[in-house]
C-alpha cells in the first residue's frame, strides 16, 4: 500500500498558477500510474491528468490539456500537478492516485486499486 500526501492547493485570481504536489512513501516500486482527480460541490469526481512511469506516457481531460503538466520524480517518491492559466471552473479538491494498472487509460482507469490521499483544496476566483 501505498501513502499520498497533497500539498500546494490555495487561492488564486483566474490566469493564475499553482503546482500541487504528491508525496508518496510506501510501497511505491510496485506502482506505474499516478493520477490527479478533482471534484468540486455538487458535481461526480472528474480525473483530470496521468501519467504511466514504465513509459512516461501522460493523459489529460479535455479541460485542462494545455494548461496543465504532470511529471514525477525518477525515483516516484513524488508527483506533480503544475497547472497554469486558471479558471473559476478548475475550483475543486483535487486528489492524488496512485497503483498498479496493466494498460495505460486514462487515468489509471485500468488499475485493480488504487491508494488515494486526502487531497488539497483549490479555489479560483475570477
Known amino acids: 500500500q501505498v501513502h499520498l500526501v497533497e500539498s500546494g492547493g490555495g487561492s488564486v485570481q483566474a490566469g493564475g498558477s499553482l503546482r500541487l504536489s504528491c508525496a508518496a512513501s510506501?510501497?511505491?516500486?510496485?506502482?506505474?500510474?499516478m493520477a490527479w482527480f478533482r471534484q468540486a460541490p455538487g458535481k461526480e469526481r472528474e480525473g483530470v491528468a496521468a501519467?504511466?512511469?514504465?513509459?512516461?506516457?501522460?493523459y489529460y481531460s479535455e479541460s485542462v490539456k494545455g494548461r496543465f503538466t504532470i511529471f514525477q520524480d525518477s525515483a516516484k517518491k513524488s508527483g506533480y500537478l503544475q497547472m497554469n492559466s486558471l479558471k473559476p471552473e478548475d475550483t475543486g479538491m483535487y486528489y492524488c492516485?496512485?497503483?498498479?494498472?496493466?494498460?495505460?487509460?486514462?487515468?489509471?482507469?485500468?488499475?485493480?486499486?488504487?491508494?488515494w490521499g486526502q487531497g488539497t483544496q483549490v479555489t479560483v476566483s475570477s
Open positions: 492516485a496512485a497503483g498498479w494498472t496493466p494498460v495505460a487509460a486514462g487515468t489509471c482507469d485500468r488499475s485493480p486499486g488504487l491508494d
Open positions: 501519467i504511466y512511469s514504465g513509459t512516461g506516457t501522460t
Open positions: 510506501g510501497n511505491t516500486h510496485s506502482n506505474n500510474c
